[in-house]
């Protein structure tokens, strides 16, 4: 089990943030009474679910306990629950199942997405967003960190080099169990401040689960390479900020 920081993952609230909110734009229900968001992290989509749909119960899954506890210190009338989302299911039907971020750290998506479906009622949702970008330098870098240093024989097993799939491969999983989907992606241009931003947004995020394998000392090493790399990727800019390039795929599938 990773140990996710919630301060390190909210040094890039507002980036982190915008997916969720543009997946949230395309969720086209009314009025629905029972609301989930699966990897709720430290709650900040969940609050604007609930601010969305005041009346529905909205529930908060995730599997960190750091995170849910940073979510549950919110003043706010949701229920969060610890749940492992390679297995997890909901007591009932419902009729959002929402997730901005988690799916690319789960393995078999057409077993996932189909179980996750068959627990929506009819006309319910399920809105995804996971990143990709694992053709980008911010994570072939890793990737290139890890085989390069002295960490390679236990770090490179835990490489999740290409976790999402095309859109067309989402379409062909969905569209079988579904009524409607829709899909897209955005590349969104995150103009960073600070030293070295692309290094501490991905110590909140792809990173977290290599460092923890790596004593201190390892980790500064391996942090400093995957600088020097991602450093020359995406350079500072002349008033001193840093532009990084995200692409984030995103699906609304109703059933």
């Known amino acids: 089990m990773h140990v996710w920081d919630p301060s390190q993952y909210l040094r890039f609230g507002d980036e982190r943030l915008r997916p969720a909110l543009d997946l949230l734009s395309r969720v086209q229900l009314a009025a629905p009474t029972v609301v989930y968001d699966l990897g709720c992290g430290s709650g900040t989509s969940t609050v604007i679910l609930k601010e969305r749909w005041p009346e529905a119960e909205v529930i908060g899954v995730d599997s960190s306990t750091?995170?849910?506890?940073r979510a549950r210190a919110l003043d706010v009338?949701?229920?969060w629950l610890e749940g492992d989302l390679t297995i997890w299911e909901p007591d009932a039907p419902c009729d959002l199942l929402f997730s901005n971020a988690v799916f690319q750290w789960l393995d078999d998506h057409e077993m996932v997405f189909q179980r996750l479906l068959s627990s929506l009622r009819p006309g319910g949702v399920l809105a995804v967003q996971m990143p990709g970008n694992y053709s980008a330098p911010t994570h072939t870098a890793i990737a290139e960190t890890v085989r390069g240093g002295p960490w390679s024989d236990r770090l490179e097993p835990h490489l999740r080099e290409s976790p999402t799939h095309d859109l067309s491969i989402y379409y062909d999983i969905l569209r079988p169990h579904t009524t409607s989907v829709d899909l897209w992606e955005t590349t969104y241009a995150h103009v960073l401040e600070g030293d070295d931003p692309v290094v501490e947004w991905f110590k909140g995020s792809a990173l977290?689960?290599?460092l923890d394998l790596l004593e201190e000392a390892e980790e500064s090493a391996f942090l400093k390479a995957y600088g020097?790399?991602?450093?020359q990727a995406y350079p500072r800019r002349s008033d001193g900020?840093?532009?990084m390039p995200f692409k984030r795929l995103f699906f609304v599938a109703v059933k």
């Open 66 to 69: 750091s995170m849910l506890d």
């Open 77 to 79: 009338e949701i229920t």
């Open 208 to 210: 977290r689960p290599l």
């Open 228 to 231: 020097a790399r991602v450093g």
């Open 241 to 243: 900020k840093t532009v």
